[in-house]
């Protein structure tokens, strides 16, 4: 079974895609169009040498894939939440309204590079937000709150093959809810905010959803849905995805540390999240 080479960017000159053609020996290229950027699937490669290095010198997102991934057998698609199916982290935002958002990032940062314990950094966190009302999420919600570029197109692109979309996230289920209804999501899993009298208490109501808590969402659907040769598919960026990008068939590192760039069979770091589409023939 041959490989292609999938290359994808904001825009590819023609000087870029010949010459990452003849390095990686391509049969033959071709046009993909199911994304909002420039795509090319270079078929039966012959090599990769070389091909990584000008890729990343042109800004242009590759990935050696398959003739058998098949969008056809995706029959899960998994996806963190802030910095991943929106642009922004959900709670850096919300500290913003009581001015400690310098304090509060700080936190996220390290845990997203894997220096802090997830269940600790979220408590610490958390518990800064003591006393804000319930109204600043919702002007989180309505006033920063953006989808990710390509996100509706990825969606809707895997749902049309039959997969079902999950979305795993160590945030909150205020906002998970939101974007449920928003964008018919089939599941999701997240944290619930401790609220008393329309206001956060700083703490976290039930048991934490960590790295721990979305693999094993993650792998119950993937047994349940991808029987038969079915693919599950996980997309995520901060260190706390890993255990359930590990636990996928297709792992996905989108706009990454490097730490998850480092260990995803894929990543996509200069296209939207429709360029996941394009991976799968």
Not at 224 to 231: F, M, N, T
């Amino acid at each position: 079974m041959s490989d292609d080479l999938v290359i994808q960017a904001t825009a590819i000159a023609k000087a870029d895609l010949d010459a990452i053609a003849a390095l990686a020996g391509a049969r033959e290229t071709v046009a993909l169009h199911d994304a909002t950027t420039a795509g090319y699937r270079l078929r039966d490669i012959r090599s990769r040498a070389g091909v990584a290095e000008r890729c990343a010198v042109a800004g242009i997102d590759h990935a050696v894939v398959p003739e058998s991934l098949t969008r056809e057998r995706v029959r899960l698609v998994a996806m963190d939440m802030d910095s991943t199916l929106i642009t922004i982290e959900c709670i850096d935002e919300i500290a913003d309204f009581v001015g400690i958002k310098p304090q509060i990032a700080a936190i996220t940062a390290a845990s997203m590079r894997g220096e802090i314990d997830f269940r600790e950094s979220l408590t610490r966190r958390v518990a800064l937000l003591a006393g804000l009302p319930v109204s600043a999420l919702e002007r989180v919600y309505v006033e920063r709150l953006r989808l990710s570029p390509g996100a509706e197109r990825m969606l809707a692109g895997f749902a049309a093959v039959g997969a079902r979309s999950l979305l795993v996230s160590g945030g909150f289920t205020f906002f998970t809810d939101r974007l449920q209804s928003r964008l018919g999501l089939d599941a999701t899993l997240s944290n619930t905010l401790e609220i008393v009298e329309g206001r956060l208490t700083g703490r976290i109501e039930g048991a934490i959803v960590d790295a721990q808590a979305k693999a094993a969402r993650f792998s119950a659907l993937r047994t349940e849905l991808c029987v038969g040769g079915g693919i599950a598919v996980a997309i995520g960026d901060g260190a706390n995805d890993l255990p359930m990008l590990r636990a996928a068939d297709v792992s996905v590192a989108y706009h990454a540390k490097p730490i998850v760039r480092a260990e995803a069979r894929y990543a996509i770091d200069h296209c939207g999240l429709d360029a996941i589409l394009n991976l799968f023939s």
